[in-house]
């Protein structure tokens, strides 16, 4: 029979809460009101940490040579997303994308963003994808308007928002709208499944 090893319970990691995660966060709860009788809870500063303290790792064995550059940079991660355009989504399977180009996916929630100025917007769209994927709502329709002439700022903008961290990890695709939904300025944005 062989001696039992003990093991050391596992310490979650800790890490740093960005500047960009609160400010999605404050987008998200913007419209939230605290219960009665309750106030809200203080905001951490930017750069907080949350959870354990990290282990470092330990050094090197003495004699062991220091590790060379390497002659080309990492490449970027990417986490398994290709970049986005309408009705180009990978990772979708076909039936999928052909329904949502369509328009026959039940459409749970939409935003109307035209009118906004890009800065609003970009604001809303990030607390509004936030809290679909929250409520675990799948298809959604994004109004940005067409602009004169068809060149309408938000129109070029939202899918280049929509292809940036932190919503590019939260959806899967997305495609204009039919003319019964707004056409081209609108599009059907469909939100991945949180992996609990």
Known sequence: MSPKR???????????????????????????????????????????????????????????????????????????HGELRHGNSPGLDRRSAERLKKGEMEIEADIDLHGLTQDMAHAQLLAFIQRCWV???????????KGSQGHGILRAQVPRWLNQTPLRERILGFSYAQPRHGGDGALYVLIRRQRL
Do not use: M, N, Y
Not at 6 to 32: F, G, H, N
Not at 135 to 145: D, E, F, H, P, S
């Open 135 to 145: 409520q675990q709502r799948r298809c959604v329709l994004v109004v940005t308007g």
């Open 6 to 80: 003990l093991v050391e319970p596992r310490q979650p990691r800790r890490r740093v809460v960005s500047a960009d995660e609160i400010r999605v966060w404050k987008a998200v709860v913007a419209d939230a009101q605290p219960l009665p009788g309750r106030s809200p809870p203080a905001e951490p500063p930017p750069g907080t940490e949350t959870g354990p303290e990290p282990v470092a790792s330990p050094p090197p064995p003495p004699g062991t040579p220091p590790a060379r550059p390497s002659a080309h940079p990492p490449a970027p991660p990417r986490h398994g």
